[in-house]
C-alpha cells in the first residue's frame, strides 16, 4: 500500500488556486484598478490618513532626541546650579510629542479601520452580487467551491493586507528612513557607522523574503490539500465506514498531514533564522555604537545624551524589520487574491441584460426557436440547426438518450445559455430583449438540481413569489401533493430545512422545488428531470396536478421514464441534436416503427 | 474553504473545563520534553543576557567615559557585542526547537482526532457540520500550537523579566523604579477589562462572518435556483444585510481595539516623561549618574513589550483552553458503534431482521417498527416502499451504519453487533443513491474498499457498471475527479459508485436505488450485468421501478416503517393494491398502454 501522490490522480493545472512563484511589488493592472474602485470613495479620507500618520510619526522620532535634550542640556544647568526651567520646557515638550503620538495614532487606526472595513464591505457585494449576474455558462465552468474560496478566503486575504499591513508597513519605512536621517543629523560620524549595517540588513531581508514567499506558498498548497481530504471523508463518512475505507484514508491523511508539517517546520524554521539574524546584526551594531560612541565621547567628540539617544534609536530600528518582511507575506497573497478577483469582475456576463429591453409584463408563452444553433465549445455543435415552434398552451416532451441534446434546449428557453446562431422568441420577442426581471417571471425552469436554501419550508417554497401568502403557499404545496409530507415535519411548515435541506429526502426536496414554481405561476415551465427522485405515487401526484397546472400556459418536459412524458400533447425525440420523431404520444406510439414506440413497448412490458 | 467558514457557533456548549482540558493534551507534548526543557533554558538565559547588555552600557558611561579612562572601552564594548550574540544564539536555538516541537504536536493531535472522527458513527456524523469538525482541526489547532509554543513559553518569561527588570529599576533608583512598578498596573488592569470585551466582539465578528461566509455558500450553490427564479435581487439584499452586520461590528472591534492599543503605547510614555524628569532632577542633585538615568531610560523600554504582550498572551491562553474543550468534545465521544470479536470465518450471506425498531438519536419517533425479514444466502430482495418509508435507513442497518434500537439484524445468525466491523463490512457494499466521489483518482475512487484490487478486477467491475466513460477521460483511470478534478454526471456518478460496490465483492450487495439517474437505455445493460453479480450473492435492492424490482427474487413491501408484504413482484402487482399504486401507472397510464397495445395489434 502506497501513500504516495498516486491517489490524487491527475488534474488539469488550475493555476489559480496557486500562489504566483514570483510576486513583484507591481501589481497587475486590472488589480490596480480594482483597489483604485475601491479606494476612490475614500480619497479624502486617505490624504487625512497620510497626514495623520506623517505627525505621528514624527512625534515618535522625537522622543530619543527630546531624551537627550534633557540629559545633554537640561542637567548642566542643574549641577550649575541654574534652576530646572530648561528642563522643565524640555520635558513640557516631550509630553506634548507624547500625547500628540498617542491622538494621532489613535485617529490613523481609526480611519484605517474604517476604511478596510468599507472596502471590504464594498467588495465583498460587489462580487457577490458580479457572481450573481455572471451567466450559468460562467458557472457551469467555475466550481461553486472556487466560487466561495474568491468571496472567503481571498476577501480575507485583502482584509488581512488592509488590517495589519498597511498599517505595518507605513510606520516600519517611516521609522527606518526617519531614524536613519536623525542618526545622521545627530553625529554623522557616528551615524555612518551605525547604519553600515544597512546592507548586512537588506541582504537578509532579500534572502528571506524570496524564501519565505516559496514556504509559504507550499504551506497554503499543503494545506489546501489536507482541508480537502478532511473534509471529504467528513462529508462522505458513509461510504467511507461501509467500505472499511478508515485504514487507507489514515494513511492518506497522516501522510498529507505530514507534508503539511514539513512545510510548515521549513517556514518556521526559516523566521527562526531571520529573526535572529535581525537580532544579530542589531546587537552587533550597538556594540560597534557603543564601543566607537564611547570613544568619541572619550574625546568629548559627543555628549553622553547623543550617545544615548543613538542607544534608544536603534532599538526603534531593528524592530520593523520584522514587520517589513512579513508585510511581504500578507501583501503577496493579497495581490494574488486581488488578481483572481478583478479577473471574475471583468467577466462579462455572456448572456448580457437588454439595454433597452422590451416589456413584457404578462406573457402567453408562444415559443419560436427561429433556425438555433448551439455549441457549448467551437467546433463541437450540440444543436446544429432547430426550427420549432411551441404554441402558448403546449405541453411539449423531450425524449432521448443522454447527449440528445434535451437539456442545452431547455437552458437555450431558460436562456441560461444564448445561441450561438438563430433566436428564440417569446410571443414573439427575442429572449435577448427582454428583460432578466420579465423573463424569469415569465420563464422558471426545474431541474434535478433541488436547492433548499436556509429557512423553513414555506421560506423555500416562497422563494418562487416572496409576496405570497401563507395560504398560498400552503395551496402551492397541496397542489403538488407536498402538503402531506410537510404538515408531517416537526414544525410544519416552520421546520427549518438547515443543513441544505438535512432530513428531507431527496423526492421530498424535488416536491419542495415543485411546490416552488408552481407557486411562480410562469407562462412558460421548463421541467428537467424534475420527477426523477419521487416514488411513482409522488409522480403520480405530481403529474395529476401538473395536468391542471399546465392546461393553461406552455411546458417543456424532459424525462427519462415515459410515465412523465405521456401528460404531453407532444413529443420530440432527439438524437444527436436533431429531431428525429415529432408527433403526439398516441400518433408515436400507433406509428409502430420509431424510436419512441420501441421505447415504450419495453416499458409496456416492465408493467406486465 | 476557509478556517472563517468553519468558525461558527459549535453545536456543543462550551464545557468550562479550561485549563483542565488543555492539561489533559499534555500527553502529546510528552515526546518534545527535552525541547520545551531546552526551549524554557535557553528563553530564561536569554532574558538575562537582554538585561545585561544596557548594564554594561551603564558601566560604559560612568567608567572610561566619565572617569576620562581609555582602558576599559574596549573590554566592556567587547563584551556588549559578545552579550549581543549570544542573545541572537539563544532565540535561533530555541526557536528552531521549539518548530519541531509544536509542529510535531500539532501534527499528532490531529492524526488523532481524524482518527477518532472516522470511527464514530454516523449518528455523530449526520448531527455535526463538517465546517465544525474542519475548524477542529484547523483554528483551534493552531490556537493551541500558538500557546503551546509562543504563549505559555513567554507567560513565564513575560513575567520573570518583568519582575527581575523592576526589581533591578527599583534596585538602581528606587523612586524612578517605583513611577515604573506603578505604570505597570493600570496596564494590567485594562488589558484584562479589554480582553474579555474584546473576547465577546471577536466572537461576534466570527459568527457574523460565518454568516456571510453561509450566505456565500448558499448562493453559489443554488446559483441555478436563483437565476431561474430571477431572485438575484432578493440574494443580494439578504447578503447586504449580513455584510452591514459585519461590517458595523467589525468597526466596534476596531474602535475597541484602536483605544486600547493608543492606550498600552502611551502609559510607558507618560512615564517615560515623568522618569526623564524626576532621573534628571536626581541627576542634577548627583542622586545617581549619567550613566545610570541611560540605562534605566533604556531597561525601561525593554518593559513595554512584556507588559504589552501580557494583554494578548493572556487571550491567547483563553483561545488555548476554549480551543482544548472543543478539541476535547470530539475526543470525549465515545463511538456508540463498537465493533464485536467475531469473524465470519465463510459467510453465507444469510440476512434476517427480527423485530427491528429504529429511531434516530435526536428523535423519539420510530423510522422503523417490529421489522422481520429473511433473506437466503444468495437470494435477491427489492425492498418497494413509498418515499419516506425508512427504505434508505433499513440497508444502512446491515452495515451498522446506524445500530438498531430493538431488535436484531443477523447474518448467518449472528448479530451484526458481535461482529467485528472489519469483518462486518467486507461480508456487506452498499452502492448508495447518492454517490459520494472523492477528489482522487477514478481508479483510487473504485478501489475505494479495495485498494489491493487487481487491474483485471477493476476491469470487471467497470464493465459491470457500465462505467467504460472512465477510460474516456484524459488520463483514463488515473485521472482526478470530484469537486477538485473532473466533474462528472449524475449518471456517472452513480455507475462508478455501482462499481465500487461490486469491487468490493460483498457477500451481501445492497444496491440503495443506484440506477435512478440513469437513462433507459444504460439501465438495460447495468441491468443485465448486475443480474449475473447478484446470482452469487444476496442481496437487496431500494427500488422505484419495475425494471429495478425484476432484477430480485422476491419483494418486500415497506409501509409506515414495517414490512407489510412479502413475495414475488406479479403475486403482489396482481393483489397488494398498494404495491401496485406504488409500482404500476395509474389508470390513464395503462389506458395509453392499452392504447399502445391496440396499436400494435
Known sequence: MTTTNDWRGVAAENRDDEMPDKVSLVLKERSRRLLGDLLRPHKTILIWLMVAVLIENAARLSV???????????????????????????????????????????????LAGRIGQGVLLSLRRRVFSHFQKLSPAFHDGYTSGRVISRQTSDVDAIYELLETGFDGLITAVLTMFGTAVLLLVLDLKLGLVALLCFPLLYLLTRWFRTESAKAYRRTRETVAVV???????????????????????????????????????????????????IKLIGNITIGVVLIYGAHLAFNNEVTVGVLAAFLLYLRQFFDPMQEISQFYNTFQSASAALEKLSGVLEEDPSVPEPQTPIALPEAHGALHLDHVSFSYVEDRVVLPDLELEVPAGMTLALVGTTGAGKTTLAKLVAR???????????DGIDLREISEQDLRTAVVMVTQENFLFNGTVADNIRFGKPDATVEQVVGAAKAIGAHDFIVALPEGYETDVANRGGRLSAGQRQLVAFARAFLADPAVLILDEATSSLDVPSERLVQRALRTI??????????HRLSTVEIADRILVMEHGLIVEDGSPADLVSAGDGRFSDLHDAWVASLA | MSAQTAGTASATPPRQGGVRSLWRLRSYMRPYGSSLVIMATTAVTGVFVSISIPLVTKAMIDGPIADKEAGPILPLGLLALALGVVEAALILIRRWVQARAVLGFETAVRDDLYRHMQDLPMAFHGHWQSGQLLSRITVDLSALRRFMGFGMLFLVINII??????????????????????????????????????????????????????????????????????????????FGRHTKT????????????????????????????????????????????????????????QLIWPIEALGFILAMAQEAMTASDRVLDIFDTESTVQGGDRELERPRGHLMFEH????????????????NLDVAPGETIAIVGATGSGKTVLTSLVPRLYDVTAGRVTIDDVDVRELTLPSLRTVVATAFEEPTLFSMSARENITFGRPDASDSDIAA???????????????????????????????????????????????????????SALDVHTEALVETALRRVLADATGIVVAHRASTVLLADKVALLQDGTITHVGDHHELLATVATYRDLLAGDADEESLAAEGRGALR
Open chain 1, 64 to 110: 530619543p532626541y527630546l531624551v537627550k535634550e534633557g540629559i545633554d542640556n537640561g542637567i548642566p544647568p542643574i549641577l550649575a546650579g541654574d534652576g530646572s526651567k530648561t528642563l522643565m520646557t524640555i520635558v513640557a515638550i516631550l509630553l506634548v510629542a507624547v500625547l500628540v503620538q498617542a491622538v494621532t495614532r489613535q485617529f490613523f487606526l481609526m
Open chain 1, 227 to 277: 482541508i480537502v481530504h478532511f473534509v471529504e471523508t467528513m462529508t462522505g463518512m458513509r461510504a467511507v465506514q461501509a467500505f472499511r475505507r478508515e485504514r487507507r484514508n489514515q494513511d492518506i491523511f497522516e501522510s498529507v498531514d505530514d507534508d503539511y508539517r514539513r512545510a510548515n517546520e521549513r517556514a518556521f524554521r526559516l523566521v527562526g533564522l531571520f529573526m535572529p539574524g
Open chain 1, 416 to 426: 441560461f445559455y444564448d445561441p450561438t446562431d438563430g433566436r428564440i422568441t417569446l
Open chain 1, 550 to 559: 399546465l392546461t393553461d400556459r406552455t411546458a417543456i418536459i424532459i424525462a
Open chain 2, 161 to 238: 523579566q518583568l519582575t527581575v527588570v523592576t526589581a533591578l529599576l527599583l534596585k538602581m533608583y528606587w523612586p524612578l523604579g517605583l513611577v515604573v512598578a506603578v505604570s505597570a498596573i493600570p496596564i494590567i488592569l485594562l488589558s484584562r477589562r479589554f480582553e474579555q470585551k474584546y473576547v465577546v466582539v471577536s466572537r461576534q465578528v466570527q459568527d457574523q462572518q460565518g454568516d456571510v461566509a453561509t450566505a456565500v455558500e448558499e448562493a453559489a450553490v443554488g446559483f441555478r435556483s436563483i437565476k431561474s427564479f430571477g431572485r438575484r435581487p432578493h440574494m443580494e439584499e439578504k
Open chain 2, 246 to 301: 459585519l461590517y458595523d461590528t467589525s468597526l466596534e472591534k476596531v474602535r475597541l481595539s484602536s483605544r486600547f492599543w493608543t492606550f498600552l503605547e502611551v502609559i510607558p510614555n507618560i512615564s517615560l516623561v515623568i522618569v526623564l524628569l524626576l532621573g534628571a532632577l536626581a541627576v542634577g542633585r548627583e542622586d545617581i549618574s549619567p550613566g545610570t538615568l541611560v540605562a534605566f531610560i533604556i531597561l525601561m523600554l
Open chain 2, 356 to 371: 427491528v425498531d429504529f429511531h434516530f438519536p435526536d428523535s423519539d419517533c420510530l423510522v422503523l417498527r417490529d421489522v
Open chain 2, 461 to 515: 467491475a467497470i464493465e459491470t457498471a457500465q462505467a467504460g466513460f472512465v477510460h474516456e477521460l484524459p488520463w483514463g483511470l488515473d485521472t482526478r475527479i470530484g469537486e477538485q478534478g473532473m466533474s462528472l454526471s449524475g449518471g456517472q456518478r452513480q455507475r462508478l459508485a455501482l462499481a465500487r460496490a461490486v469491487l468490493a465483492r460483498p457477500r451481501i450487495l445492497v444496491l440503495d436505488d443506484t440506477l
